[in-house]
């Protein structure tokens, strides 16, 4: 069964840093190429990042680039989002998605989300 | 960026109707789009992919279609399951956008 699952999601202050994870399990973790996208409270869905199977190539939603890096370690089985500079705008729930398109970007499995939440 | 507008916004309908739920995009995308439904507090699930394919395990009375900058959801009859929100997504260029959602509500 194939599982992702986030972690670190937490309360911290408008220009702190955090690290979210996403452990996945049930499937080839190295084969897929894997995604971040977030949600706002009460809002709607927004993409944020995505990377390669091998991590040749990251992308970024304009709104957090030079501020977050996702990676991955196929090794471990996990990915991650490296968030600094937090602000209030980056409240939201982060979810880990995996991408299953032979084109790119459709998302068939999804993590139960992890909460983020900037404030003073 | 491409721009995904879907209508409505909101819709209210009974169980065994049949509903659509269209999505519009800024500029062409192809069939690269994709359908998702999210009950409240749980992740988005997947229902169609490039426009009309089914996901697996996804009833049959879910389907979609569309090409180029036009395209529509439709659930042939309402179970009540189905209320929930519908996103609409491009696939076709980075950066990915959603649709704003489409809440389906119980009449």
């Known amino acids: 069964e194939v599982q992702l699952v986030e972690s670190g999601g937490a309360l911290v202050k408008p220009g702190g840093s955090l690290i979210l994870s996403c452990a996945a399990s049930?499937?080839?973790?190295?084969?897929?190429?894997m995604d971040w996208v977030r949600q706002a409270p009460g809002k709607g869905l927004e993409w944020v990042a995505s990377?390669?199977?091998?991590?040749?190539?990251?992308h970024y939603a304009d709104s957090v680039r030079g501020r977050f890096t996702i990676s991955r370690d196929n090794a471990k089985n996990s990915l991650f989002l490296h968030m600094s500079s937090l602000r209030g705008e980056d409240t939201a729930v982060y979810y880990c998605?995996?991408?299953?398109?032979?084109?790119?970007?459709?998302?068939?499995?999804w993590g139960q989300g992890t909460l983020v939440t900037v404030s003073s | 960026d491409i721009q995904m507008t879907q209508s409505p916004s909101s819709l209210s309908a009974a169980v065994g109707d049949r509903v659509t739920i269209t999505c519009r995009a800024s500029?062409?995308?192809?069939?690269?789009l994709n359908w998702y439904q999210q009950r409240p507090g749980k992740a988005p699930k997947l229902l169609i992919y490039?426009?009309?394919t089914l996901q697996s395990g996804v009833p049959a009375r879910f389907s979609g279609s569309g090409s180029g900058t036009d395209f529509t959801l439709t659930i042939s009859s309402l179970q009540p399951e189905d209320f929930a929100t519908y996103y609409c997504?491009?696939?076709?260029?980075?950066?990915?956008?959603f649709g704003q959602g489409t809440r389906l509500e119980i009449k």
């Open positions: 998605a995996r991408d299953f398109g032979t084109n790119g970007y459709d998302f068939d499995y």
């Open positions: 049930g499937f080839t973790f190295s084969r897929y190429d």
């Open positions: 990377i390669t199977s091998s991590s040749t190539y990251i």
């Open positions: 500029q062409t995308i192809n069939k690269y």
């Open positions: 490039v426009a009309s």
């Open positions: 997504q491009q696939s076709s260029l980075t950066p990915i956008t």
